[in-house]
């Protein structure tokens, strides 16, 4: 099942839960976020009174809170670090999980948890009021989106899913799937698709058998090529003897001669309606590979990644009901309708951090969706 869920998640939880000191943060340019000049953090603004993490709900700061940072407010000494500056916060972790199918999905496209977050950060970004949790949303989001689109995590990503996927960008533009072709109901490139697959996985078989495994095998259906090649008529005959022609210089070679290996293999495309030289046989195997790899790349390159999780993300969090009731049951809030508690992590999400934010994370993520 593909990933179907948004990065822009990792902004949104921000809001009550991670990514930022929201003083020294604010101030701070994306690229310094990610990795650059620090500067000494602010104060963070005054708490409110927590609100109790819940399976369900909480209730939203104050919208009147604001976010302040004086710049002539001398910092302590030795002042602990908020577990909310960026440098304590598994930010890079995050967008990994999100990006790299880490969380397992829910049927209904959403996640069945969050990235984890230490219980510090989520008490203390429980404290935030409504306008500091905006403004949080586009610091981080602004901060994430630097590294994510960073030549440096593009390159890592794309070792990631060479390594993990087999997809390597090779320049090849439109190349067509098996399933695309089904879709399309395109029997001429699926009779295509077809002949190059058999011709590519023949040469694939005939390498892995061992050089004595391989004569021995090729020494056995010699003798059926040559009595197709004597009883058959019109086009299966002709097939049949072009095989034999192929095969007769080759019984003498030892097994281990590469000859007889790509011999072989040419004589298996011809078996298939492929190819019937060395040259066509070679070159066709190379690009069914290549063609393999370009579609791994087309499927999870990381533009390709971004746009799918960011459109299922303002899918879901646009239908989320911020006036959905709850009611307490020991230590925790839950949904009173079972439609609302059987939702997914992003949409309980969303619904904690607050409408308001929620809106913001949503805004981030068209606006990036249009650069895409």
């Not at 990065?7 to 990514?19: D, K, P």
């Not at 393999?292 to 969090?317: C, M, P, S, W, Y």
Request: charged share 25%; net charge positive; with cysteine.
């Amino acid at each position: 099942m593909k990933r179907q869920i948004a990065l822009v998640l990792v902004l949104l939880v921000a809001s009550i839960s991670v990514h930022a000191q929201v003083g020294g943060l604010l101030r701070k340019k994306a690229g310094e976020v990610i990795g650059g000049k620090k500067t000494t953090p602010a104060p963070a603004p005054a708490p409110e009174t927590p609100t109790p993490e819940t399976t369900g709900s909480s209730t939203p700061a104050p919208a009147s809170e604001t976010v302040t940072a004086t710049a002539n407010t001398a910092p302590a000494a030795k002042t602990a670090v908020s577990p909310l500056e960026v440098t304590e916060l598994p930010v890079r972790e995050s967008a990994d999980q999100v990006l790299r199918g880490r969380v397992m999905p829910r049927a209904n496209g959403d996640w069945d948890q969050l990235p984890y977050i230490p219980r510090a950060a989520v008490a203390a970004a429980y404290a935030l009021g409504e306008s500091a949790r905006v403004a949080l949303v586009h610091t981080v989001g602004s901060a994430m989106k630097a590294m994510v689109t960073s030549p440096a995590f593009v390159s890592e990503h794309n070792e990631y899913i060479k390594k993990e996927y087999q997809a390597v960008d090779h320049g090849l533009k439109g190349v067509v799937s098996i399933e695309a072709a089904v879709k399309q109901n395109d029997m001429a490139a699926l009779e295509a698709i077809r002949i190059r697959e058999m011709v590519a996985m023949g040469v694939d078989q005939v390498q892995m058998l061992p050089p004595q495994y391989r004569k021995e095998e090729f020494m056995r259906e010699l003798p059926e090529w040559k009595a197709n090649a004597a009883k058959l008529k019109g086009p299966d005959q002709a097939k049949f003897k072009k095989m034999v022609a192929i095969a007769q210089p080759l019984e003498a070679l030892p097994a281990d001669d590469e000859k007889l290996f790509r011999g072989y293999a040419v004589i298996r495309s011809i078996e298939n309606d492929g190819p019937d030289t060395e040259a066509a046989v070679f070159a066709m195997h190379q690009r069914v590979k290549q063609e393999r790899e370009q579609l791994a790349f087309d499927q999870h390159q990381l533009n390709g990644e971004l746009k799918q999780q960011l459109t299922t993300f303002v899918a879901i969090a646009s239908k989320v009901n911020f006036k959905a009731p709850t009611v307490q049951k020991g230590s925790k809030t839950v949904f009173v309708n079972a439609a609302d508690e059987k939702q997914g992590a992003l949409w309980k999400a969303c619904f904690r951090a607050g409408e308001a934010p929620t809106a913001a994370a949503v805004k981030l993520a068209r606006a990036w969706l249009a650069e895409l």
